[in-house]
């Protein structure tokens, strides 16, 4: 699949130069600046959340998990990726940048955020897209995510590229088979903690799945889904437990709609 990812890299790129240089020409600007976002601290704590990358960062190249990286774009430019790999002792850093992506690219590396200012347009009115940071007040930016700008790129990824549209069927390939093998170690009388444990591309339950719970359970199985006939896709029948959930959640329902309809029959007799 990352063979087939990697042809049809260089059209996307190409998609893509062509719907940012539209939308720069038609909203007054003369380059484009992605930033990928930066780690946020936990209040009290030294550690930091989960870090999410700038998707107009993604949009360009498949760098999810690197803060501190900018994608800068001139029409007429190859498009340069600037690339964060600090010196840390502590910290994981990023590993040197490879793969089909690169080459598409003007890639410089950098051991600090500063230093990518020096990357930056130095002439020309350029539109900052991203999380904006009080580092950039001097980096003499045009705008600051330009809401028409930022319109005419968002109706733009509506449509995908075969190259997202690949993407998105790996992933998906992916979560199927996450999720066949949590349904099997489910239904062998794994817990949910079991399953979060074992490794869920392997395609089986875990191998010492208690009984004694798939016993408590009660009959819970996976059958053909009619809708795809069997052998295409698979369901989990619920056991016991969640059938009598659901009809207690239903009873509730109905004795509370009960109680209403006898308040609004007190309340007319009242007038």
Request: contains cysteine; hydrophobic residues 35%; charged residues 25%.
């Amino acid at each position: 699949m990352t063979q087939n990812l990697a042809s049809l890299y260089p059209a996307h790129v190409a998609t893509l130069r062509a719907r940012h240089d539209k939308a720069l020409a038609a909203t007054g600007f003369d380059h484009f600046v992605a930033f990928a976002g930066n780690p946020h601290t936990i209040f009290l704590d030294d550690m930091d959340y989960p870090f999410k990358a700038n998707p107009h960062v993604k949009y360009w190249a498949p760098v999810v998990d690197n803060p501190f990286c900018f994608v800068v774009y001139s029409p007429g430019k190859k498009p340069k990726f600037v690339y964060n790999r600090p010196v840390d002792y502590w910290h994981k850093v990023a590993g040197e940048p490879e793969g089909y992506w690169v080459e598409q690219f003007d890639v410089v590396s950098i051991a600090t955020p500063e230093e990518a200012q020096q990357h930056m347009p130095s002439s020309g009115k350029a539109a900052f897209v991203g999380e904006w940071d009080s580092m950039f007040e001097s980096w003499s930016f045009a705008g600051r995510n330009p809401a028409d700008l930022m319109n005419r790129l968002h109706f733009d990824r509506v449509c995908k590229t075969p190259y997202e549209a690949a993407c998105m069927r790996e992933a998906t390939v992916k979560g199927v088979r996450a999720h066949i093998a949590a349904a099997k170690a489910f239904v062998a009388g794994a817990s949910e903690c079991q399953n979060q444990r074992e490794e869920p591309h392997g395609g089986g339950p875990p191998q010492q799945a208690p009984r004694a719970k798939a016993a408590r359970r009660g009959s819970a199985s996976l059958v053909p889904d009619r809708r795809g006939g069997a052998g295409q896709r698979l369901r989990l029948r619920h056991h016991p437990h969640v059938g009598a959930a659901r009809r207690r959640v239903r009873r509730h329902g109905a004795r509370r709609r009960r109680d209403a309809a006898t308040a609004r029959r007190h309340g007319e007799a009242g007038r």
